[in-house]
Protein backbone atom coordinates (compact mmCIF):
# COMPACT_ATOMS: atom_id res chain seq x y z
CA UNK A 1 0.00 0.00 0.00
CA UNK A 2 1.65 3.39 -0.72
CA UNK A 3 1.69 5.48 2.12
CA UNK A 4 3.51 8.60 4.00
CA UNK A 5 5.00 8.60 7.55
CA UNK A 6 5.55 11.51 9.34
CA UNK A 7 6.96 9.65 13.03
CA UNK A 8 6.76 12.73 15.16
CA UNK A 9 3.33 14.72 16.28
CA UNK A 10 5.43 17.65 17.31
CA UNK A 11 9.29 18.94 16.83
CA UNK A 12 10.10 21.83 19.07
CA UNK A 13 12.99 24.20 18.67
CA UNK A 14 14.86 27.01 19.90
CA UNK A 15 15.35 30.20 17.95
CA UNK A 16 18.20 29.96 15.93
CA UNK A 17 18.65 26.16 15.75
CA UNK A 18 18.28 23.99 13.07
CA UNK A 19 15.31 21.97 12.41
CA UNK A 20 14.35 18.87 10.86
CA UNK A 21 10.57 17.80 10.37
CA UNK A 22 10.51 13.67 9.26
CA UNK A 23 8.97 12.03 6.05
CA UNK A 24 9.04 8.76 4.79
CA UNK A 25 7.08 7.26 2.01
CA UNK A 26 5.97 4.18 0.76
CA UNK A 27 5.35 3.86 -2.87
CA UNK A 28 5.40 1.99 -6.68
CA UNK A 29 7.71 3.89 -9.09
CA UNK A 30 9.17 7.30 -8.96
CA UNK A 31 7.81 9.24 -6.08
CA UNK A 32 6.06 12.66 -6.35
CA UNK A 33 7.33 13.99 -2.72
CA UNK A 34 5.65 17.49 -1.54
CA UNK A 35 6.09 19.40 1.86
CA UNK A 36 2.89 21.47 2.88
CA UNK A 37 2.44 24.12 5.61
CA UNK A 38 -0.91 25.10 7.14
CA UNK A 39 -1.67 27.86 9.82
CA UNK A 40 -4.02 27.93 12.43
CA UNK A 41 -7.46 27.87 10.33
CA UNK A 42 -6.29 27.95 7.27
CA UNK A 43 -5.60 25.92 4.00
CA UNK A 44 -2.25 24.30 3.27
CA UNK A 45 0.25 26.43 1.37
CA UNK A 46 3.10 24.69 -0.88
CA UNK A 47 6.55 24.81 -0.02
CA UNK A 48 8.87 22.63 -1.85
CA UNK A 49 8.43 19.54 -4.56
CA UNK A 50 10.89 16.83 -5.27
CA UNK A 51 10.32 15.27 -9.17
CA UNK A 52 13.44 14.71 -9.94
CA UNK A 53 17.12 15.91 -10.31
CA UNK A 54 19.26 17.09 -7.51
CA UNK A 55 18.27 15.41 -4.00
CA UNK A 56 18.41 18.64 -1.99
CA UNK A 57 15.92 20.80 -3.30
CA UNK A 58 15.48 24.13 -1.96
CA UNK A 59 12.03 26.23 -1.10
CA UNK A 60 10.07 28.98 -0.15
CA UNK A 61 10.83 30.80 3.24
CA UNK A 62 14.37 29.21 3.69
CA UNK A 63 13.36 25.38 3.34
CA UNK A 64 15.00 22.54 2.31
CA UNK A 65 15.14 18.85 1.34
CA UNK A 66 16.82 15.95 0.98
CA UNK A 67 15.11 13.26 -1.30
CA UNK A 68 16.89 10.02 -0.68
CA UNK A 69 16.17 6.64 -2.13
CA UNK A 70 17.98 4.28 -0.50
CA UNK A 71 16.29 5.34 3.09
CA UNK A 72 12.65 6.24 1.22
CA UNK A 73 13.07 9.59 3.01
CA UNK A 74 12.12 13.17 2.35
CA UNK A 75 13.44 15.06 5.29
CA UNK A 76 12.25 18.98 5.77
CA UNK A 77 15.21 21.44 6.99
CA UNK A 78 16.10 24.45 7.77
CA UNK A 79 18.99 26.12 9.07
CA UNK A 80 17.97 28.55 11.25
CA UNK A 81 14.16 28.48 12.99
CA UNK A 82 12.24 31.32 13.16
CA UNK A 83 9.51 31.54 15.68
CA UNK A 84 7.13 32.55 12.77
CA UNK A 85 7.92 28.99 11.39
CA UNK A 86 5.67 27.59 13.87
CA UNK A 87 2.72 25.97 12.50
CA UNK A 88 1.77 22.84 11.14
CA UNK A 89 3.28 20.57 8.35
CA UNK A 90 2.60 17.79 6.10
CA UNK A 91 4.38 15.96 4.18
CA UNK A 92 2.73 14.50 0.78
CA UNK A 93 2.92 11.84 -2.31
CA UNK A 94 1.32 12.08 -5.80
CA UNK A 95 -0.07 8.25 -6.64
CA UNK A 96 -0.98 7.82 -10.12
CA UNK A 97 -2.47 4.68 -12.01
CA UNK A 98 -5.29 4.04 -13.46
CA UNK A 99 -8.30 6.31 -12.66
CA UNK A 100 -5.93 7.48 -9.57
CA UNK A 101 -4.40 10.64 -9.32
CA UNK A 102 -4.27 11.95 -6.03
CA UNK A 103 -2.12 13.65 -2.61
CA UNK A 104 -1.78 10.93 -0.24
CA UNK A 105 -0.64 13.07 3.12
CA UNK A 106 1.19 12.10 6.24
CA UNK A 107 -0.79 12.41 9.51
CA UNK A 108 1.08 15.89 9.99
CA UNK A 109 3.82 17.11 12.27
CA UNK A 110 3.45 20.09 14.70
CA UNK A 111 6.81 22.90 14.49
CA UNK A 112 7.24 24.45 17.52
CA UNK A 113 9.85 27.23 17.82
CA UNK A 114 10.44 28.49 21.23
CA UNK A 115 11.95 32.15 20.93
CA UNK B 1 1.74 30.42 -8.82
CA UNK B 2 -1.34 29.31 -9.27
CA UNK B 3 -4.50 30.47 -6.83
CA UNK B 4 -7.57 28.13 -5.50
CA UNK B 5 -10.25 30.56 -4.06
CA UNK B 6 -12.71 28.82 -1.78
CA UNK B 7 -15.66 30.30 -0.12
CA UNK B 8 -17.03 31.22 2.36
CA UNK B 9 -13.99 30.90 5.00
CA UNK B 10 -16.19 30.35 8.14
CA UNK B 11 -20.01 29.33 7.94
CA UNK B 12 -22.59 29.06 10.71
CA UNK B 13 -25.70 27.03 10.16
CA UNK B 14 -28.76 25.52 11.83
CA UNK B 15 -29.16 21.57 12.25
CA UNK B 16 -31.24 20.77 9.71
CA UNK B 17 -30.41 23.53 7.07
CA UNK B 18 -27.75 23.00 3.78
CA UNK B 19 -24.75 24.27 3.14
CA UNK B 20 -22.59 25.49 -0.12
CA UNK B 21 -19.21 25.27 -0.43
CA UNK B 22 -17.30 26.75 -3.31
CA UNK B 23 -13.61 26.22 -4.80
CA UNK B 24 -12.74 28.38 -7.82
CA UNK B 25 -9.30 28.07 -9.92
CA UNK B 26 -8.78 31.42 -10.47
CA UNK B 27 -5.73 31.42 -13.27
CA UNK B 28 -5.72 27.69 -14.47
CA UNK B 29 -8.61 24.90 -15.51
CA UNK B 30 -8.90 22.06 -13.24
CA UNK B 31 -10.22 19.50 -14.45
CA UNK B 32 -10.23 17.52 -11.57
CA UNK B 33 -10.50 19.31 -8.00
CA UNK B 34 -10.58 17.47 -4.72
CA UNK B 35 -12.52 17.78 -1.14
CA UNK B 36 -10.72 17.35 2.27
CA UNK B 37 -12.17 16.84 5.54
CA UNK B 38 -9.59 18.14 8.76
CA UNK B 39 -10.50 17.78 12.05
CA UNK B 40 -8.68 19.64 14.91
CA UNK B 41 -5.13 18.30 15.18
CA UNK B 42 -5.27 16.10 12.37
CA UNK B 43 -4.71 15.29 8.96
CA UNK B 44 -6.60 15.85 5.71
CA UNK B 45 -9.15 13.02 4.95
CA UNK B 46 -9.69 12.89 1.50
CA UNK B 47 -13.31 12.63 0.94
CA UNK B 48 -13.77 13.09 -3.11
CA UNK B 49 -12.41 13.49 -6.32
CA UNK B 50 -14.62 15.91 -8.19
CA UNK B 51 -14.57 15.51 -12.02
CA UNK B 52 -15.54 18.32 -15.02
CA UNK B 53 -18.77 17.14 -16.57
CA UNK B 54 -19.34 13.83 -14.63
CA UNK B 55 -19.87 11.90 -11.56
CA UNK B 56 -17.59 12.76 -8.19
CA UNK B 57 -15.68 9.91 -7.00
CA UNK B 58 -16.08 9.45 -3.65
CA UNK B 59 -14.03 7.79 -0.77
CA UNK B 60 -15.04 4.95 1.29
CA UNK B 61 -16.82 5.89 4.15
CA UNK B 62 -18.19 9.59 2.89
CA UNK B 63 -21.82 9.21 2.23
CA UNK B 64 -22.72 10.96 -1.24
CA UNK B 65 -26.17 11.89 -0.48
CA UNK B 66 -24.84 14.09 2.43
CA UNK B 67 -22.02 15.54 0.90
CA UNK B 68 -23.20 16.60 -2.97
CA UNK B 69 -20.35 17.80 -5.50
CA UNK B 70 -20.78 19.43 -8.46
CA UNK B 71 -18.53 20.27 -10.77
CA UNK B 72 -19.88 22.19 -13.36
CA UNK B 73 -17.06 24.22 -15.00
CA UNK B 74 -13.43 23.49 -15.24
CA UNK B 75 -13.08 26.54 -12.79
CA UNK B 76 -15.64 25.99 -10.05
CA UNK B 77 -16.47 22.83 -8.12
CA UNK B 78 -19.24 22.60 -4.75
CA UNK B 79 -19.46 20.98 -2.20
CA UNK B 80 -22.99 20.86 -0.18
CA UNK B 81 -23.81 19.74 3.51
CA UNK B 82 -26.84 18.44 3.04
CA UNK B 83 -29.48 18.45 6.29
CA UNK B 84 -26.34 19.21 8.23
CA UNK B 85 -25.82 18.24 11.91
CA UNK B 86 -23.46 18.86 14.43
CA UNK B 87 -21.22 15.74 13.84
CA UNK B 88 -20.62 17.77 9.97
CA UNK B 89 -18.85 20.87 12.13
CA UNK B 90 -15.52 20.26 10.30
CA UNK B 91 -12.48 22.62 8.31
CA UNK B 92 -13.49 21.43 5.00
CA UNK B 93 -10.87 22.78 2.31
CA UNK B 94 -10.64 21.73 -1.76
CA UNK B 95 -7.45 21.51 -3.84
CA UNK B 96 -6.72 21.26 -7.21
CA UNK B 97 -3.70 19.98 -9.53
CA UNK B 98 -1.16 22.22 -10.83
CA UNK B 99 1.91 20.84 -12.16
CA UNK B 100 2.67 18.61 -10.53
CA UNK B 101 2.06 20.28 -7.08
CA UNK B 102 -1.50 20.72 -5.80
CA UNK B 103 -2.86 23.98 -4.77
CA UNK B 104 -5.34 24.49 -1.66
CA UNK B 105 -7.80 26.74 -1.47
CA UNK B 106 -8.01 28.71 2.09
CA UNK B 107 -10.86 26.14 3.60
CA UNK B 108 -13.71 26.77 5.32
CA UNK B 109 -14.65 26.11 9.27
CA UNK B 110 -18.48 24.90 9.24
CA UNK B 111 -20.16 24.76 12.58
CA UNK B 112 -23.66 23.44 12.88
CA UNK B 113 -25.53 24.37 15.57
Known amino acids: AQSVAQPEDQVNVAEGNPLTVKCTYS??????LFWYVQYPNRGLQFLLKYITGDNLVKGSYGFEAEFNKSQTSFHLKKPSALVSDSALYFCAVRVYGGATNKLIFGTGTLLAVQP | GAVVSQHPSRVICKSGTSVKIECRSLDFQATTMFWYRQFPKQSLMLMAT?????????EQGVEKDKFLINHASLTLSTLTVTSAHPEDSSFYIC?????????FGQGTRLTVV
Open chain 2, 50 to 58: SNEGSKATY
Open chain 1, 27 to 32: VSGNPY
Open chain 2, 95 to 103: SAFGQPEAF
